[in-house]
């Protein structure tokens, strides 16, 4: 049968976007999703949903008509590509597959502006530059309830991502029932488990908005909690328990043991049935206990397994080994060396080194690091956030030598044609050591949307962007909450809540305590990288003598865990200094001096109230040096140079800050950047 619609499709230009027509198109009265096509139903309902949910529900005579159709676009396009045409008359969208209307039906989404209920009139010609562009989350450290995940999976879709990877089995916890072996969930799931039925439908939730989700059984390490449910099949002594610490305990199944492969048989069957998608992740990693030869025999009749289940292997990088299939796919995560040594191999690979959502690295690094770059630059960029010493403290050069050991780029020779066509794209990884199912957003948004970009846009609209406007592109990304259920406030609101209550108790007014918490939190960071995992490290990390070790049972109610991974202040500031108005630097020595006005009187409570205190006392210390910086510049020549009485008030400035960004409760004030603007700004 022709499309009937086909008829409406205007030719498109080759690429890119154009703004079309007099002005925006008036949606006031909604729009009306229409399909003949009934493969276009699953992405049709749901955007038809969500803009009635955001318009108002159409009004049938004046309703605007989007019209979505699946059409061949031509020889060479990108299965997700997708053409769009938004127009005061009918609107468009085709693309030759679901998921490429899915990916359109995201852009529209953008397209909206919800306040005027209109849209910006546009024609669009787009296609992914990545095929992999995935989002790892870990549901092990902390259970990720379905609705965390259905909320996930909805931001993943506007911000393009296309591959959910659930990390399912770990150390802590076995997170899937089983029907064969119930003891799995009864033994050794502790905080929760999804049943497979409850999968099946997040993989159908995720599935009409074009998302893929791969499952990730993580064998032959990181299996204690198997080991609690099957003590048998145990590489040496079984754990008598499931940890609840997060320092990897070198556990193994044992390979020698044929128990060992007819359970996973049965268990990747069972997971086979409610994952439909052709890959299937294996892990592998960090299980040094077993040595290479005998670990690449394991993954061997791992891989086989998993084909016998008609479905493509994934593995971690440490499964990498002459003698792995080829057919194997290999994310790379210690190094991005060994992105390079896999597809150089012949694997097909996923770049993960660089995009850790959970090692604190700021937003413009993120989006800095391109699986194709030149060796040295994806090695630098992957580097750079931990050879910053403003960044990184005393972490960084930790953190550097972890990943050059893994593997090192320096003096390799460029990938082929061959072997970039091997790279499928990358993974942003969530591990949840951290991050509750109410952190989740915060650890998520918009970090995960600077590595999406990263992988769907062209590689010349990239290399174009600065540090500033790549901040202020995501600043400027409809806000996720218009279109899905995703707060990246909401657990901060909830920690700080509980902290201002506490305070209450301690003789302080909640409410006032609660704003200058909030205050004080857009100026404060998290200790990076995998400081905040290492007991015994309070140099690093600042920890307080009676905080709760890390572990599944830590409670995380503490202000450094009300912070998200990049604090917002600074990024507001840079913002600003775009443009920078009188008086705004002056401000912010009031707003740095308002916390510490309120909760001083707590620095004698207890630790969980001295920290932010402490914190507070910190951040006014530091707007102090602002002052002085700024007494100097005012009373210098604006002509042209540097006075010497600035010049010298800024050395005092950087000599002062050093011991004020010493760590607190494993949180930082983050301040440096606004004194780096504004020394920038000085000499300019
Ligand atoms: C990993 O981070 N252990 C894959």
């Not at 050794?188 to 159908?204: I, K, M, R």
């Not at 960044?391 to 930790?398: D, F, I, K, N, R």
């Not at 949307?449 to 174009?464: I, K, T, Y």
């Not at 443009?579 to 620095?603: F, I, T």
């Amino acid at each position: 049968m022709t499309d009937p619609l086909a008829s409406l499709l205007v030719p498109l230009p080759a690429s890119a976007e154009t703004v079309v027509g007099d002005g925006p198109v008036d949606l006031g009265h909604g729009v009306h999703v229409r399909w003949v096509d009934e493969r276009c139903a699953g992405v049709g309902t749901h955007l038809q949903a969500d803009l009635d949910r955001v318009l108002g529900p159409p009004d049938d005579e004046r309703a605007v008509p989007l019209a979505l159709s699946l059409h061949d676009l031509g020889p060479d396009r990108s299965p997700e590509g997708y053409r769009l045409h938004v127009g005061d008359g009918v609107s468009l969208l085709a693309a030759a597959t679901e998921a490429g209307l899915a990916r359109g039906a995201a852009t529209y989404r953008q397209l909206v502006d919800r306040p005027t209920r209109t849209a910006v009139p546009m024609v669009i010609d787009d296609a992914p530059r990545f095929a992999w562009r995935g989002l790892l989350v870990d549901c092990v450290r902390h259970f990720m309830p379905l609705d965390a995940l259905r909320r996930t999976v909805d931001a993943m879709a506007l911000a393009k991502l296309n591959v959910l990877h659930l990390h399912l089995t770990d150390d802590q916890a076995w997170r899937v029932a089983s029907r064969a072996h119930p003891q799995l969930t009864e033994r050794a799931s502790p905080g929760g488990h999804y049943e497979l039925d409850d999968l099946a439908a997040l993989v159908a939730h995720a599935a009409d908005r074009g998302v893929r989700v791969v499952p990730e059984l993580d064998v032959p390490g990181h299996t204690s909690a198997l080991l609690v449910a099957f003590p048998e099949l145990a590489l040496g002594a079984p754990p008598a328990s499931v940890p609840t610490s997060y320092v990897v305990p070198g556990v193994s199944v044992d390979p020698s043991s044929e128990a060992v492969f007819e359970v996973l048989d049965t268990i990747v069957g069972e997971w086979a049935e409610v994952f439909p998608d052709e890959c299937f992740h294996i892990g592998g990693d960090e299980v040094p206990v077993l040595g290479e030869e005998r670990q690449a025999a394991f993954t061997a009749r791992m891989v086989a397994i998993v084909r016998g289940h008609g479905r493509t292997p994934i593995v971690w990088d440490e499964a990498l080994h002459p003698g792995l299939d080829r057919d194997v796919i290999v994310q790379a995560w210690r190094s991005p060396a060994l992105l390079h040594e896999a597809v150089r191999a012949g694997h097909r690979a996923i770049l993960s080194s660089g995009w850790y959502l959970d090692l604190g690295v700021p937003l413009r690094h993120l989006h800095a690091v391109d699986p194709l770059d030149p060796p040295e630059r994806l090695q630098a960029s992957v580097l750079a956030p931990w050879r910053d010493a403003d960044l990184a403290g005393v972490v960084g050069p930790m953190a550097a030598a972890t990943v050059e050991q893994a593997g090192s780029l320096d003096g390799a020779s460029p990938l082929t044609a061959e072997e970039r066509s091997r790279v499928l794209g990358g993974e942003a990884a969530m591990w949840c050591e951290r991050v509750t199912p109410a952190l989740l957003d915060t650890y998520l948004w918009p970090l995960a949307a600077a590595v999406a970009d990263r992988l769907w846009s062209p590689a010349g609209s990239l290399a174009a962007l600065d540090h500033g406007l790549v901040e202020n592109r995501f600043d400027l990304l409809p806000a996720f909450g218009v279109w899905t259920d995703v707060d990246p406030k909401r657990g901060p609101r909830v920690i700080l809540g509980a902290l201002a209550d506490l305070a209450g108790d301690h003789g302080l007014d909640p409410r006032r305590a609660e704003v200058a918490l909030a205050a004080l939190a857009d100026w404060c960071e998290p200790v990076r990288w995998y400081a905040r995992a290492v007991v015994g490290w309070p140099d690093a990390n600042g920890r307080s003598d009676d905080a709760p070790p890390p572990g599944t049972g830590q409670p995380l109610d503490r202000f450094v865990d009300a912070l998200g991974p990049e604090a917002d202040g600074p990024r507001a500031w840079r913002r600003r200094t775009a443009r920078p108005a009188p008086g705004d630097a002056y401000a912010l020595v009031a707003a740095w001096r308002a916390p510490a006005a309120v909760l001083g009187p707590l620095s004698d409570g207890p630790s969980i109230l001295a920290e932010p205190a402490r914190l507070a006392d910190r951040l006014a210390a530091a707007a102090d040096v602002l002052a002085a910086l700024l007494d100097a510049a005012a009373g210098g020549s604006t002509s042209a140079g540097v006075p010497a009485a600035e010049a010298e008030a800024e050395a005092e400035a950087v000599a002062a800050l050093g011991p004020l960004r010493a760590p607190i409760g494993e949180a930082t004030i983050a301040v440096t950047s606004v004194f780096r603007a504004l020394g920038a700004q000085g000499r300019a």
